[in-house]
């Protein structure tokens, strides 16, 4: 048993002090109790930790190498996405290990517990696939071995380089399966994380309409079997008018009409939606998986917050292309791009919740249900992915309650996180990850040997 002691805490029914939380050996809260007497570890402000549920960990690598604009006078992420591809054809499974345990480590210190990581990287260059087909997810899986990160491992069906079923491009056939074969490598997946802490769960991921044909979507819902079911939607007008021109209906429109949404799916971005479509959406149950700062990085547009809101919409947060990992600038850049869109203030605030408030338990809940994870509370029989500020910080001095978040969000940043626990395991202390040099030195050795990637 291990026992923590915050001086506040926010629990399912709001902020309480001198709080006792316990936790056991296989990372699950069983006691939490109010004004208790300091005993065990003590901490400042104690919140839970919410699952970053959108990654493509191998993009880290690519952070600050595309910001130059090519001869291309449209600069996009479609003239981006030729730079990945390009960059990819260089990485190796021993590549793709160091970086993701890079990626899971920084996520960590930034205050996340969970990485749910859609994984699409499958093969070799060329697209041949590995003798073992499950390889890259091996690597993944070993990376969250040595972080201690939770993980959902989400492997990504792609098939197809657009509606009309064209064969994938250069860049992408190292994604590519076509159904049975990516049955066979789920399978293998599903071994693994068998193998895995018992806080890891396997969901899986149709890339999207246009990667995948709308039948492999329902047969990747019976495969899914009730566990997380991702897909991007609705992230870029080219996507949405290439959706339209083959379906006759835009995508968000065509997956309420087709695809049974409820709270298994997780759409990733939804940036590109028409009124109509984001009241549909977010009263489906279906999460909306926002990524704020890459969505702002490669140009995709603003999600309707404020509306999904309004309709009682779940939301959840991840760092995508990873440009940069912060959970404090993620849930800031949501909120400040609904602000400059609309000319208004503490847009997602009501009357009850302060923004960073509502925010913050909004990412929890929904984080929780899209990584397929029993986490998001400070309560008994949950597991015990928690982060602790620091109650000493300048930045957090005389303030309480709602104010805490409000300033760690939009104040400060994720130098206020000094402890992270996931499920259990004490990962990030005094704001360091426990093997943050050896993990470090590692990555840095990666990127000497990719420095002329792109």
């Known amino acids: 048993m291990t026992v923590i002691w915050a001086k506040t805490a ?6 309480a002090d001198d709080v006792r939380v316990e936790f056991d050996t296989n990372g699950k809260i069983t006691f939490v109790r109010t004004d208790q007497p300091e005993e065990g570890k003590k901490v ?4 839970a930790a919410p699952p970053n549920v959108h990654s493509h960990a191998f993009q880290r690598a690519m952070a600050g190498l595309t910001e130059r604009r090519g001869p291309d006078p449209s600069d ?10 390009r960059f990819l054809d260089r990485l190796t499974p021993e590549h793709v290990e160091g970086i993701a345990a890079f990626v899971q480590m920084e996520m960590l210190e930034a205050g996340y517990a969970t990485n749910v990581e859609f994984h699409y990287l499958h ?3 060329g697209g041949v696939p590995y003798a073992n087909l499950a390889e890259m997810s091996e690597r993944i899986a070993a990376a969250a071995s040595l972080s201690g990160i939770g993980l959902t491992l989400l492997p990504v069906h ?3 380089g657009g509606c009309d079923r064209r064969a994938l491009g250069a860049g992408q056939i190292r994604f590519g399966n076509n159904f049975d074969r990516f049955a ?4 293998q997946a599903n071994k693994l994380i068998r193998s895995m802490p018992a806080d890891s769960t396997l969901g899986l991921a149709p890339h999207s309409l246009r990667a995948v ?3 492999d979507i329902k047969n990747a819902l019976r495969l899914a079997n009730g566990n997380p079911i991702h897909m991007h939607l609705a992230e870029q007008i080219p996507e949405v008018e290439e959706v339209e021109a083959h379906y006759g209906a835009r995508p ?3 997956f309420l009409e087709n695809c049974e949404p409820d709270p298994n799916w997780c759409l990733i971005h939804c940036t590109q939606m028409e009124p109509h479509e984001t009241t549909g959406l977010a009263k489906s149950g279906a999460i909306a998986g926002l990524c704020p700062i890459t969505e702002s990085s490669l140009g995709d547009g603003i999600f309707d917050g404020a509306r999904w809101f309004n309709e009682n919409g779940s939301i959840a947060i991840g760092s995508d292309s990873n440009i940069r990992i912060s959970l404090s600038e993620e849930l800031r850049t949501l909120d400040y791009s609904q602000r400059l869109r609309d000319n208004t203030r503490a847009a997602l605030a009501t009357p009850a919740l302060s923004t960073g408030r509502r925010l913050f338990e909004a990412v929890n809940n929904g984080g929780a249900v899209a990584a397929g994870r029993k986490c998001g509370h400070i309560a008994e029989g949950y597991l015990a992915d928690m982060i602790a500020l620091d109650n000493d910080s300048v930045h957090l001095a005389g303030k309480s309650g709602d104010t805490i978040l409000d300033s760690y969000i939009f104040a400060s940043d994720d130098h206020l996180v000094k402890e992270v626990w996931s499920a259990g395991r004490h990962v990030v202390t005094d704001g360091v990850h426990i093997k943050h040099e050896e993990i470090t030195n590692r990555y840095k050795e990666i990127m000497r040997q990719l420095g002329d990637a792109i």
């Open 10 to 15: 926010l629990l399912t029914d709001g902020w």
């Open 44 to 47: 400042g402000i104690l919140l």
């Open 76 to 85: 996009s992420f479609w003239t981006w996405r030729q730079l990945m591809f």
């Open 123 to 125: 093969h070799q260059a």
């Open 158 to 160: 792609y098939q197809y």
């Open 184 to 187: 066979k490598l789920h399978e």
């Open 213 to 215: 044909a709308p039948e």
């Open 252 to 254: 968000v429109e065509w």
